[in-house]
Each structure stands twice: as C-alpha cells, then as structure tokens.
C-alpha cells in the first residue's frame, strides 16, 4: 500500500536536530546550547514538584485558575486574559491553528525563532520570512512584508538569537502599522532578564491587535516541565482556549510554576548573576577578537570572522566538552549562540575561545 500523505506543507517542516548533546569521550561536559537557566529552578519549585506526586492519579484542573492568578499577581496583568500551554511553544501552535491556515501568511524575521515556521507550516500556512539587518529596521521590514493574506506577525524581544531588543517605540509603531486582520506576536520567552521590562503587557492592554507569550523554560529554569503563558485581547484568549485541550498541561507543571514564580528572591538572584556573568563572558569573547552583539538575554551570539571559523571553533569547544549552538539555521552561518552559564562554565568558555583563537 502507498504511504498516505500528510497534509501540504508538512514535509517542508524539518526534523528537529538541535538539543543533542552527546559528545563522546570527553568529560565535565556542559551544555551552553539550549538557553537554560544554569542554576536549576528554584527549591519552592522543586518541593512543589514533590508534593505533587501525592496527586499523580488525578487530572489536573483544566481552568489552571491558581497559575493564572500568580501570573496576573506576579507580573501585573488581567490574569483572566492569560492562557496557559506547555511551553510558550503551545501556545504559538494555539495563534498558528487559530489564526493561520491554508491561503494565509505568517511573517517573521530571517533570525526569527524556529518554531513561527513550524507552527505556520503545520497549520497550513505560509511562512514569510523578512531580512533584517538590524533591529531597528526589521519593523520596516515586517511592515513592508504584510499582505491581505497576513494574519500572524511573530518578534521576539529580546530576540534569539540575537540577544538584542528592539525599543518599545519601535513595537508600538509595528502594531500601530499593521494590517486589520493581523496580531502581533511579541514573544518574550527572554523578557525576565530585562529588570522593568514588562515583555509588552501594557502594550497588550492598550491595543486589541497584540498577544505577548511568556515562558517558565529560561529564567525560572523550568524547560523540562515545559509551561508557557500567553496573554491578550480577551476575545483572543477566548479564541485560543477553544483549541487548547482541557488537561493540557500537568499538575506537577503547575504547581512547579506557581512555586517557581511566587520565589521572587531566587528570579532576582538568577537575573542579577546572569547580568554579571553575561558581561564576564562578552567583554572576554571581544578580548579574544570575537565581538558579540549586545545582549540582554542569557545568551550572547558570538560572531566569528567567517562561517569556516565559526564551524572550527564550535568543533574545538566540543572537544573540550562544551556544547553551544550553531545558528547557520537562522541565517546567521559566521555565529555561535553561547548561553551563560555559572562562573565556572563562562570562564571556561572563554577560556577555550581564546585558545582557540
Ligand atoms: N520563543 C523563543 C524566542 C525561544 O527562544 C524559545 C525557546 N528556545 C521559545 C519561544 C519556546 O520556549 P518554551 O516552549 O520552552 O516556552
């Protein structure tokens, strides 16, 4: 019998590749590749994550009422226009299924995040892809990029995996530019590590075209559990919870993210030493002649002199046992996305490039 074919589009979608980090013989390997928090979650989060096996053989609540009022509590927002999905990448598939689909496009930048193309892609949608020089002109670009058949527009800011954000003006101007049958997507899955930044919630309150997602996976060191947040116009929200399934996300993920979010002491103390060690890192990369741009995300993107270079040195740093991202992908061919790590690990990495070097 012939294989049955999946819908168009699925097989322009490649498989994934990233995350694997076996690097043979070498030991006190580190991983630097995935922006993880290199400190672990907080202790409330791990106890919350013990109680919870008490209630293994329950569902879980389907509203996650308590999640959503911690967020609305936390981070100063309506916590009936939150949504919540595992990871923020559910609820890019939630605005990708809901919003997108056959006949209709989904823009982004060319360093946009990997999973607006998949999510497009699985929709049945078309993904656009805009240059972008720099962060200042790519609203231009994304406005320039808009066509009757737009529907999503999806920026990071700060963005991955350029670690750079683009100033709150310039977002505003997106969103006041767009075409009315089109939301703006302004991930802030890298929005924690900006101190005062609200990832783009009063934007949200003001406009009826904006949706902001937000993430448990980087600063309060939760990617295993995968919990993400959305937030947005209500009849958005509404939208949206229509698609997501009733028990999508697990009682140990909530109750590790309600923990982890009420622990503000420990976000602060991950968010002040990422800032110190981020700066260690990037002053000494430029030391050893690899320039970064400037980052205020847990990563920076070291940029090399050519693609050969990059390609060297990520295979030097294997060899002594770190592991960080080759971002070729997102057009960026000459650079490797370093996530910080603890003061060992940076001055490890930096070491090596300089070896390297
Ligand atoms: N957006 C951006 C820009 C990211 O870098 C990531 C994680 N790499 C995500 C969204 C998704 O994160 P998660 O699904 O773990 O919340």
């Known amino acids: 019998m012939a294989p049955i074919d999946p819908q168009p589009g699925i097989m322009d979608i490649a498989l ?3 995350g694997k980090s076996k690097v043979e013989g070498v030991t006190n390997v580190v991983k630097l590749s995935s922006n993880e928090n290199p400190f672990g979650a907080s202790p409330a989060a791990k106890d919350a994550v013990a109680r919870s096996v008490h209630e293994l053989h329950r569902y879980p609540p389907t509203d996650h009422e308590d999640l959503r009022r911690a967020i609305g509590e936390v981070h100063g927002v309506d916590w009936e226009r939150v949504i919540c999905g595992v990871g923020s990448d559910e609820i890019i598939t939630f605005l990708c ?15 946009g995040f990997a999973m607006y193309r998949i999510s497009a892609l699985a929709a049945g949608a078309t993904p656009v892809e ?4 720099d962060r200042v002109t790519c609203v231009d670009n994304l ?9 999503l527009v999806f920026i990071a ?9 683009i100033g709150m003006a310039e977002i505003e101007r997106l969103a006041e530019g767009l075409p009315d049958q089109c939301l703006l997507v302004l991930d802030g899955a890298y929005a924690e590590y900006v101190e005062g930044y609200d990832g783009g919630a009063k934007l949200v309150d003001m406009r009826n075209n904006v949706v902001m997602t937000r993430t448990f996976s980087k600063l309060y060191g939760l990617g295993g559990l995968r ?6 116009p209500r009849h958005v929200i509404d939208v949206l919870n229509r698609v997501r399934g009733p028990f999508n996300l697990s009682s140990t993920a909530l109750a590790a993210a309600e923990a982890a979010l009420r622990d503000t002491a420990y976000a602060e103390k991950c968010r002040n030493d990422n800032t110190r060690l981020r700066t260690i890192l990037s002053e000494a990369l430029a030391e050893h002649g690899v320039p970064c741009d400037t980052s205020v995300a847990n990563f920076v993107l070291a940029r090399f002199a050519d693609q050969q270079e990059a390609e060297d040195c990520d295979l030097y740093l294997q060899k002594q046992g770190l592991i960080v991202r080759r971002v070729a992908g997102y057009n960026l061919p000459n650079c490797l996305r370093i996530t910080v790590g603890d003061e060992p690990s940076v001055r490890r990495v930096a070491y090596c490039i300089g070896q390297f070097k």
Do not use: F, I, S
């Not at 919990?227 to 947005?232: K, L, P, Q, R």
């Open 143 to 151: 406005l320039d990029g808009c066509t009757d058949k737009t529907r």
């Open 16 to 18: 994934y590749q990233g």
């Open 130 to 133: 805009v240059k972008e020089r």
């Open 157 to 165: 800011n700060p963005n991955n995996p350029t670690g750079t954000m």
């Open 227 to 232: 919990v993400g947040w959305g937030y947005g």
């Open 97 to 111: 299924q809901a919003y997108a689909g056959e006949g209709t496009e989904v823009l982004y930048t060319e360093h």
